[in-house]
């Protein structure tokens, strides 16, 4: 069974890098395809970016600008860069597997960690 | 741009059937969007309940059921239970490697 856990800071100033990591147990990295998701306080979830391996990342157009998305096959985990954040960006940052056969939706779920943007 | 629409909120008797729907402001949901249904209660990671249109995830009782109705993605809920009361979103997966997700609407079972 897959397992997700995200890791990273819950506070980060305004203007500055929020870097989060998804450690991948129970499975490869490097065998399925990878999404970050948010979900900022009472509203709804918002997809990210998406990776498949280490060079193939797709973005939210929206956060494309800002947005980083990388795959360490060594340490069977991908992370996630956004910067210039602001208090808009404070969410619930969810990693989460595709489904295999098309990858078309997701399947597995971290638990999520939150990340408030504040100074 | 695109929005995935979906109600807001939805209300349910117990035992009682509600179909949730997936829009789009234009266009119409067809099968080729792939869409998927989540579950959320307060405080919980997503659940996925249904993928591809209709098909169910492991362990999903097969009182939820997914469809396309007319020009909508649309989760059914038949034989409402208390524990239903949740938050769903629906997924649609846009083409070149972009999805988008509804609103979410927050379902009720009183």
């Known amino acids: 069974q897959v397992q997700l856990q995200e890791s990273g800071p819950g506070l980060v100033k305004p203007s500055e890098t929020l870097s989060l990591t998804c450690t991948v147990s129970?499975?490869?990295?490097?065998?399925?395809?990878w999404s970050w998701i948010r979900q900022p306080p009472g509203k709804g979830l918002e997809w990210m970016c998406y990776a498949y391996n280490s060079a193939t990342t797709y973005y939210n157009p929206s956060l494309k600008s800002r947005l980083t998305m990388s795959v360490d096959t060594s340490k069977n985990q991908f992370s996630l860069n956004l910067n210039s954040v602001t208090a808009a960006d404070t969410a619930v940052y969810y990693c989460?597997?595709?489904?295999?056969?098309?990858?078309?939706?997701?399947?597995?779920w971290g638990r999520g960690t939150p990340v408030t943007v504040s100074s | 741009q695109t929005v995935v629409t979906q109600e807001p909120s939805f209300s349910v008797s117990p035992g009682g059937t509600v179909t949730l729907t997936c829009g789009l402001t234009?266009?119409?949901?067809?099968?080729?969007?792939?869409p998927s249904w989540y579950q959320q209660t307060p405080g919980q990671a997503p659940r996925t309940l249904i993928y591809?249109?209709?098909i169910r995830s492991s362990g999903v009782p097969d009182r939820f059921s997914g469809s396309i109705l007319g020009n909508k993605a649309a989760l059914t809920i038949t034989g409402a239970q208390a524990d239903d009361e949740s938050d769903y979103y629906c997924v649609l997966y846009m083409g070149s490697a972009v999805w988008v997700f509804g609103g979410g609407t927050k379902l009720t079972v009183l």
């Open positions: 989460a597997k595709h489904r295999r056969g098309g990858g078309y939706s997701f399947d597995h």
């Open positions: 591809n249109t209709n």
């Open positions: 234009s266009g119409s949901v067809s099968t080729t969007y792939y």
């Open positions: 129970g499975g490869s990295v490097s065998a399925d395809y």
